[in-house]
């Protein structure tokens, strides 16, 4: 399926899950991109950095904190998502201060459910390749419908420890070979690829537990498209997440998922399937 899709319907229902299918786009709060690629909550930002009110700041802000569903690479816990007053007092410290006040608690709770997306798309890489490549090319040739349902149907969730999420780096200015391929695909097949480069990049640095209980660290690489809004007016943002290249078995992983969907609907199994049910 060509990332970004050029004309994708959404439902209402996809607000209350950020990742139901790969791909599927996500309706969220009113914001911008331009808004969104300033500051990320993940992005190291000090634990403790003040909940004072900034001066001459004119809109009130909330205090509380958010725990995330990620998991530290440096200790026990999860990532611990900063309120909006800490988010707010942050961009000013790097200097952002053209945000509009009124603009940052949806800003936040924006990068929140895009971080929780992202997640949930990596936990799922991480579910198929963390045992090895035979075990996933099994879950891969199920297709991604197959595959989903049958989540932890063949292993225990003993068999690998979860990932944890050890660092992160925004890089919205380094664009991804996939992205300027795909821009290039935009440009000969209009009809076909959306025609827009990614708002904005991470990188995320995983730990991956091995069965032979080595932990490895994966980079992933997530690139963020913004989409025609809702009816409603509501944005909509679509995240390409995959393991970055920088090794040949993430390659390899690549082609299985993408290879293994398209044979599992090629070879008519899905067909097979529900003829048998």
């Given amino acids: 399926m060509p990332f970004p899709p050029k004309n994708s ?19 969220l709060p009113s914001t911008t991109p331009s808004i969104i690629s300033k500051l990320n909550p993940l992005n190291y930002m000090p634990s403790n950095i003040s909940q004072a009110r900034a001066e001459n700041q004119t809109v009130d802000l909330p205090v509380q904190r958010t725990m995330s569903s990620i998991p530290r690479g440096d200790s026990d816990g999860n990532w611990e998502y ?17 945000t ?19 997640w949930a798309e990596i936990v799922e890489w991480e579910r198929r390749f963390a045992r090895g490549l035979g075990y996933g090319w099994e879950a891969c040739s199920r297709g ?8 932890g149907m063949v292993a225990s969730e003993d068999d690998v420890a979860r990932p944890r999420l050890v660092k992160f780096e925004g890089k919205p200015n380094d664009v991804t070979p996939k992205a300027k391929i795909l821009l290039i695909l935009a440009q000969l097949y209009p009809a076909k690829y959306g025609g827009e480069l990614p708002f904005d990049r991470h990188d ?3 730990q991956r537990q091995t069965r ?3 932990p490895r ?31 040949p078995s993430a390659a390899i992983e690549r082609m299985m998922r993408w290879g293994g969907d398209i044979w599992y609907r090629a070879s008519g199994a899905k067909a097979r399937e529900n003829v048998s049910r």
Avoid at 144 to 151: D, H, K, N, P
Avoid at 217 to 243: K, N
Wanted: hydrophobic share 30%; glycine share 8%.
């Fill in 9 to 27: 319907s959404t439902k209402s229902s996809d607000t209350l899950c950020p990742v139901k299918e790969r791909n599927a786009p996500i309706p």
């Fill in 82 to 98: 900063p309120s909006p007053q800490q988010m707010y007092n942050a961009m000013l410290r790097k200097g952002y201060d053209d």
């Fill in 100 to 118: 509009p006040q009124d603009a940052v608690e949806s800003m936040v709770e924006v990068h929140n459910f895009l971080n929780e997306g992202a």
């Fill in 144 to 151: 991604e419908e197959g595959s989903m349902t049958g989540a």
């Fill in 204 to 206: 995320w640095y995983v």
């Fill in 212 to 214: 032979q209980g080595q």
């Fill in 217 to 247: 660290e994966v980079r992933y690489v997530i690139d963020y498209y913004s989409g025609p809004p809702e009816p409603t007016g509501e944005p909509v943002f679509y995240l390409d997440v995959r393991p970055a290249i920088d090794r």
